[in-house]
């Protein structure tokens, strides 16, 4: 590469991703929590054949919704880890070219 440009692997879009994820985990068990708080209270007055109904929907959504922590966690230790180590190798590759460019 002829010149003097510097050369880089940016990965600040991985960095805050990884981040956002974190905020994205807490605020949602925050919410859930509250939801919980409220639905006992509603439960706590609610009697009959349709506040059971509506406890077993509520029991089956919050099982399939309740893993959104799993889920990034998956995606963070996994995907995101790989590209972000890749592109921490690339910038020391880079580090190094831009020590010592080659001319093309």
């Not at 985990?25 to 059971?52: P, Y």
């Not at 109904?53 to 990034?72: C, M, R, S, T, W």
């Amino acid at each position: 590469m002829a010149g003097t440009a510097f050369v880089s692997a940016d990965i600040d879009k991985i960095m805050q991703f990884e981040k956002e994820s974190e905020e994205a985990i807490t605020e949602f068990d925050a919410i859930k929590e509250q939801f919980n708080e409220i639905n006992a209270t509603l439960l706590e007055k609610w009697k009959g054949d349709g506040a059971d109904a509506y406890k077993k929907e509520v029991k089956h959504i919050l099982e399939n919704i309740g893993g959104i922590k799993d889920i990034l966690d998956v995606i963070n230790n996994g995907a995101v880890k790989d590209v972000k180590d890749n592109y921490l190798k690339l910038d020391n590759e880079l580090g190094e070219f831009n020590k010592n460019p080659q001319s093309e």
